[in-house]
């Protein structure tokens, strides 16, 4: 049973555009939210996390939105840039730390 | 601050043995997590240890596992090695029962 589902697979934008990459989950005992950066043959990097008593959190050009009647939360990145360019996955955890991942977005931003 | 490091970066085993990964945590952290990546999908949690005990452990069969020691570093220990084993192996740390997570690059392990 997969727990978080993210969608699209990918996604493909032009540079200066808003990528937005959505996550939905089931389980209502996840209390910690995080998203994260992969680029190829790295491991992945903590990029910006919420906790659902916010229904939104913005670090620098990265805005998550958390919908926790729907049970769903998103991830936009604003101006973006083709160093953006990555595999991002979004996650869930219970403040017991096991986390449950997302299959990932491939984001290409074209220059 | 060296962050999370893992080694070996990359391993090649036949079908049948037995590999031992190794993580050291970011400094100040106490609690290391194991997950497996195959290409193209989403880490997938395999177990966690805090103050050298598994604290928890996701689905994953009783060939792997795992041991964490007092200077907090952990080995992550897979028998009988499978093809289908053949993954990234990430080890994440974090402070305490703390869910922010830093994860290191990674161990490529290729099963033959």
């Known amino acids: 049973q997969q727990q978080v589902k993210q969608s699209p697979q990918s996604l493909i934008v032009q540079k200066g555009g808003i990528p937005i990459i959505n996550c939905a989950y089931e389980n209502t005992a996840f209390d910690y939210f995080p998203w994260y950066q992969q680029f190829p043959g790295k491991g992945p990097a903590l990029l910006i996390a919420?906790?659902?008593?916010?229904s939104e959190k913005k670090e620098g050009r990265f805005t998550i939105s958390f919908n926790k009647s729907a049970k769903q939360f998103s991830l936009h990145i604003m101006d973006s840039q083709p160093g953006d360019s990555a595999t991002y996955f979004c996650?869930?955890?219970?403040?017991?730390?096991?986390?449950?991942f997302g299959d990932g977005t491939t984001l290409t931003v074209k220059p | 601050d060296a962050g999370v490091t893992q080694s070996p970066t990359h391993l090649i085993k036949t079908r049948g043995q037995q590999v031992t990964l190794r993580c050291s945590p970011k400094s100040g952290h106490d609690t290391v997590s194991w997950y497996q990546q195959a290409l193209g999908q989403g880490p997938q949690f395999i177990f966690q240890?805090?103050?050298?005990?598994?604290?928890q452990r996701g689905n994953f069969p009783d060939r792997f596992s795992g041991h964490q020691f007092p200077n907090y570093s952990s080995e992550l220990n897979v028998n009988a090695l499978l093809l289908g084993d053949s993954a990234l192996y990430l080890c994440?740390?974090?402070?305490?029962?703390?869910?922010?997570?830093?994860f290191g690059q990674g161990t490529r392990l290729t099963v033959v």
């Open positions: 240890y805090y103050e050298e005990e598994e604290r």
């Open positions: 996650a869930a955890s219970t403040n017991a730390g096991k986390s449950t």
């Open positions: 994440a740390s974090s402070a305490g029962t703390g869910t922010e997570a830093f």
């Open positions: 919420i906790r659902p008593d916010v």
